[in-house]
């Protein structure tokens, strides 16, 4: 595997992954097509077309692909190795579609569903409430059926299970769905802290969560089938100092201001996540949906 390792490699996913080594990524990060049919305009932004395929399948037809990668990934990854896989529901002529439709039927442990707040809606019509979450699942492959694993560190787990940052700018970045760096960077500091570590991207677009790894020291394999996007992810990658400051915003997220234990020797209040919300608070950006 050693000739993939900081590359990025053209190509279907699924016909890539099947040609890898078992038991040897430690994390692994992404964001799918989502089979959008290509024609749900937003008002707010631009209808997401990629360069060279159509993100059109039938729904069982593109279930069953994200089914059959899936497996691939859990197969490649260590025991104890961790996948994100960020999705969102969807729905077709009325009829939803949730992600745990297909994650259920794959061979990972569901170890978490984050809820991502974009604080961006794609479409303010009224059929629903504004969609402004997307979802990210932890996968989880259990050393020996342990589906548990071991814990988080305090400063990565007090970010709680709502994430909220806004999409990557469109202007910065020419890719048509790229997700904002903070998202990679915190998953990869959050489950390999200071250790080293293969991080993967089977979807991996404009570099993004390729970008990241390397500004974290870790190494890193990308896969895309648009050759215009690897070109663009190499160049962003060559450049990843560009990309430092983000990264480094992401990690002072990162403190565990006083611990439980201090807290309370000072008679201050222990609640169960006041100075997460606090924190998540002087973070926050104003929902910006016009
Ligand atoms: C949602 S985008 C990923 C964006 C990425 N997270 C970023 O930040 O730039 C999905 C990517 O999957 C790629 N893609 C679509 N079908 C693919 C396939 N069968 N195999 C590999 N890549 C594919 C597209 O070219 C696109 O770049």
């Not at 997307?134 to 050393?143: C, G, H, Q, T």
């Not at 006083?258 to 100075?275: A, C, L, M, S």
Request: aromatic share 10%; charged share 25%.
């Amino acid at each position: 595997m050693k000739q993939h390792i900081n590359n990025i490699i053209k190509g279907d996913a699924l016909s890539v992954l099947k040609t890898f080594d078992a038991d040897f990524i430690d994390v692994g990060i992404t964001s799918p097509p989502y089979n959008k049919q290509e024609k749900h305009k937003g008002w707010l932004v631009k209808n997401v077309k990629y360069d060279s395929f159509k993100d059109v399948k039938t729904e069982e037809e593109y279930q069953q692909e994200q089914i059959d990668v899936l497996n691939e990934i859990f197969r490649i990854t260590k025991e104890g190795g961790s996948f994100f896989y960020n999705h969102k529901t969807r729905w077709e002529r009325g009829q939803m579609f949730h992600p745990i439709q297909w994650l259920s039927k794959t061979q990972w442990t569901v170890r978490q569903e984050i809820i991502w707040d974009r604080m961006l809606a794609a479409n303010i019509r009224g059929w629903r409430f504004w969609q402004v979450d997307e979802r990210i699942y932890w996968l989880y492959k259990p050393i020996k059926n342990n589906k548990i694993g071991i814990e988080l560190e305090s400063k990565h787990a007090l970010l709680t299970s709502i994430w909220r940052f806004p999409p990557e700018n469109g202007q910065k970045n020419s890719h048509p769905a790229p997700f904002p760096i903070t998202l990679p960077s915190r998953i990869i500091t959050s489950i390999l802290n200071e250790n080293k570590g293969i991080v993967l991207d089977p979807y991996c677009g404009s570099g993004t969560t390729l970008v990241a790894a390397k500004l974290l020291n870790k190494k890193f394999i990308g896969i895309d089938i648009s050759e215009e996007y690897i070109q663009y992810a190499n160049q962003r990658i060559q450049n990843a100092s560009a990309e430092k400051r983000i990264v480094e915003e992401e990690l002072q997220k990162h403190i565990v201001q006083k611990t439980f234990k201090q807290r309370k020797q000072n008679g201050e209040f222990t609640g169960r996540h006041k100075n997460n919300h606090q924190m998540i608070d002087n973070q926050s950006h104003q929902i910006s949906l016009l």
